[in-house]
């Protein structure tokens, strides 16, 4: 009997639970990690760009997180274009207000965290 009732169980847990364990999970910006991968993405993709002036994310879509061999997020975000500089020392920016200033744009970026060595690295972006 028991059997039959441990591969029915572990079937009917594993539907319950709506979700491939191991696979990509919806969370919140705001969770712990997801917005520092954010941060550093954005640091990352704006180093990457030959553009003068700083992108900065208008608004987050949706953000995963897959546990690996630490966190694996997977950040899709609307980006804009700000006044400020590249060079700019440290300066807050905020996207321009006027949509043809701001040329939004969509990125994903891929990035994985590992904190207790101190490690985060970009794996993928694609805007």
């Known amino acids: 009997m028991w059997k039959l009732v441990f591969p029915v169980l572990a079937a009917v847990f594993a539907v319950g639970l709506g979700s491939l ?11 712990e990690g997801a917005r520092e991968a954010l941060d550093f993405a954005v640091v990352q993709h704006n180093r990457g760009t030959n553009d003068l002036f700083l992108s900065q994310v208008a608004k987050v879509v949706k953000v995963q997180r897959q546990v690996v061999a630490g966190s694996k997020y997977i950040i899709t975000v609307k980006m804009g274009k700000t006044p400020c500089r590249k060079d700019s020392a440290n300066e807050l920016c905020a996207v321009h207000t006027d949509e043809a200033l701001a040329r939004p744009y969509q990125c994903t970026f891929t990035v994985w965290s590992r904190p207790w060595i101190n490690d985060i690295r970009m794996l993928d972006e694609k805007c």
């Open 21 to 31: 364990v191991g696979g990509p999970q919806d969370i919140d910006i705001n969770q």
